[in-house]
């Protein structure tokens, strides 16, 4: 027997949209509904990265080939935020790296210092993303930085898409959406807010790795 399932986008619509009373039980969704429904679930979901404390299974990994330049390249492009960076050597030992601010890095007065890279600083922007190493390397044989990291959700393209959510998330992307579609049908309804609260702390506290974690609607 499975113990997990999937849902499509359409899916998670048309529960929140049954929510509100915006469609019936049975009823087509009609697709201006749909389209306007699929825009605010994807800048939901962008907008829950925003919090410290991401649900755990948005945390991966990903090994960084080192160069002698600073900059390096992130895949995918651009993670969240680093939780870590460890330096790798020849003999596969990690060694911890140390995060600076931006500011940090641009005051140091020689970016292009050689030696063993100590330090890292994580320059995310709209599109693209780079880790920037110091000192630099002055030559590399097999050494990787390990990035651990908080991954961005999915984009959803189509209603047929398979929400980028794990099972025990699905009530929260249901409540979530029906109270932010709420307002735009007509529905003043306080407990909406309070419900997707709920469920959203809820699914955070149950996938938090040994951390209190409080998201508001």
Known sequence: ????????????????????????????????????????????MKTWQMYEGSPAFLVSSQSVTATTSAAHTMSPIRPVRLLSVRLKGTSGIEIPMVEMTRGE??????????????????????????????????????????????REFEDIASLGDTIDLPSEWYDVAVKQLAARLAPSYGVRD????????????????????????????
């Open 105 to 150: 890095y641009d005051d140091l007065p020689d970016k292009d210092s050689t030696g063993t890279p100590t330090q890292f600083y994580y320059d995310r922007q709209k599109e693209t993303a780079r880790l920037y190493v110091w000192p630099l390397f002055s030559s590399v044989t097999t050494e990787t930085f390990e990035v651990t990291y908080e």
């Open 1 to 44: 027997m499975a113990v997990t399932g999937t849902e499509t986008v359409r899916e998670i619509i048309t529960d929140a949209l049954l929510d509100i009373g915006a469609v019936q039980e049975g009823e087509d969704l009609p697709a201006t509904q749909a389209a306007q429904a699929l825009r605010v679930l994807n800048r939901l």
């Open 190 to 217: 306080p407990s909406l807010a309070g419900e997707a609260a709920y469920y959203l702390n809820l699914a955070l506290a149950a996938g938090a790795e040994n951390r209190s974690v409080f998201w508001r609607a």
